[in-house]
């Protein structure tokens, strides 16, 4: 400690005065922080106060339920429903997960348990740089590489080997349901696999080591002791890339096919909650039109909050099961 | 086949499945990339770094104006964003332990997942709509608000990186913990720092969906805060959706040059991260 220096008349003040504890300045630095930590809240209440002021209009003059349950988007007459919208994001983001789980949790697996270990710095990388490269780039891929291969190639094909189902019948432009699928799978498989990686790790090692120990064959330690213990990570990180899929706007809003209708085909233009937003917010001239397209944001702000927060309370849990455990 | 080689082919099988799946990844990336290097790189040019876009029909224009918007839209979503949240991810770090803490946190978290099309609906009703003109601010707020919770939690992860010795040697000088704070622990974490608003620039500044309705577009330079800009990431957006050749041309191009830019502030940071890896060892 340092000796309390006096500062009356022929004592020295302590060079080191400035050193002194100061209960001002670390009260003033406490209050700072907590000012700036606090803000994250007001941001959050900032957007959804925005959101629900700006959409108000549009749930009291069109009705909730007759909002969301509408199928009619015609902004000339004032018709608005959400319906098409929904059933076009729900859609999409289902091919997408169902597409991407498997991949990423393959990557995922054949990175960190199966395949050779000089893999994976060099793929872990690969998927860095697909998770930076902005959205806007997918939807130029999508649009000028991925529709004319789909509309070639793969819709032909499974219209051939598939067609009965009503999933794959009617004329195959490229645009619409599938491309967005797939391009939005493509975006989400950095978030979900290098999530599972993360949860690979927390696999407490003596589990797989008792099942190889005991003559397990690698695949069969992984579905013993790997894939249970690591069920709930992945389930996270399922969720979390689908909450992406929902709230992604640029590369679906250019190769969906734009057409506020629903469709059974997947083959079918749609359009998705994002999609219409972009489109349509800074042309939107009708007070309620404005109010509809804000309506429909504050849907998709709730659907995405929802699932965000149910993953991260999963991963959150798994992570604590992992300290829990190592103690 | 005896159980064993049926239960070794099994293994086979799954391992080859699994490898699949990296396959499948890269090859959208390895397609992406290849194709925006190729179609982009015939339209570069040192004109299309400078000059105003050019109408259709007319030959050369570039996305000079897109640039500069870019950065200007990223300077102001900069200079809001930084400060709050870098301050966030501080408080998180050095006082977050407790049930605020991990509140913030989980909000943090559950923010950094909100469509971004969303942010650009409150930035809209937040100035666009007080101002009655689309404005440069606009954009840049929306672009803020994204880049909050993400600058929260990252710059948090590396101020925690600080070992503890370090803050203890300082407090047992007697230095005040407020300097502490400031002089040893965030001087320690500044590489990191820098890391993670990298990341959050390089981020925004491939932002399109927040930015179509407030800062929208514009077709000639400019530098106000209060008039609409363009930004390369909507012209990329405008340019791609049209129906003419040449201008899809000019959005392979303009592609390459915002993935060279993110790509330029991804590889900072990485260098950066990985000195500060090696210094803390």
Redesign the interface.
Known sequence: ??PPSETSAGVRPSP?AH????PE??R???A??????????V??G??LA??G??SGPAWKKLGVLSFLFGSAWDPVQDKFGALPFIYGTLVTSAIAVLVAV??????????SE??PKQ?RRP?AF?????A??????????G???MVPWLREYVEPFLQKTLGFLPLFQGPMIGLGYLAAGLILA?MI?PTI?SVTIEVLKTVPLPLKEGALALGA????A?TMTVLPYARPGIFGAAL?GL??A?????AVT?VIGNSPEIHASLFAPGYSL?AV??NE??EATGAVHVAA??AL?LV??GI??I???L??LLLQAVSKGVRRGAQ | MTSLQWRRFVDLFWTAASGTGVVLALVPLASLLWLVISHGAAGLSWSFFTSLPAPVGESGGGVGNGIVGTLLLVGIASAMALPVGIGAGVFLAEKGDGKAGSAIRFVAEVLSGVPSIVVGIVAYGLVVERMKRFSALAGGLALALLMVPTLARSTEEFVRLVPGALREASLALGVPKWRTSLLIVLRTAAGGIITAVLLAVARAAGETAPLLFTSLNNQYWNLRPDQPTASLTVQIFNYAISPYEDWHNKAWTAALVLLLLVGLLNLLARLLSRNQMEGAR
């Open positions: 400690m340092l080191l050193l002194r504890p100061s300045g670390d003033v630095w406490s700072g922080l907590t000012v700036f930590g606090g803000s994250v809240l941001i959050a900032l957007i925005e959101l002021t700006q498997p991949v990423s949790v393959g990557l995922a697996l054949f990175l199966m395949g893999l793929v690969a998927i860095e740089v697909l930076a490269i902005p959205s806007v780039i997918f939807g130029l891929w649009l000028f590489v493509v498989l696999a064959t690698r695949w069969e992984i979390l909450g992406r929902l709230g992604e706007t640029m250019m994002p937003i972009a917010f800074a397209l804000a944001g998709l702000f995405t909050i699932l965000n927060a993953a991260q």
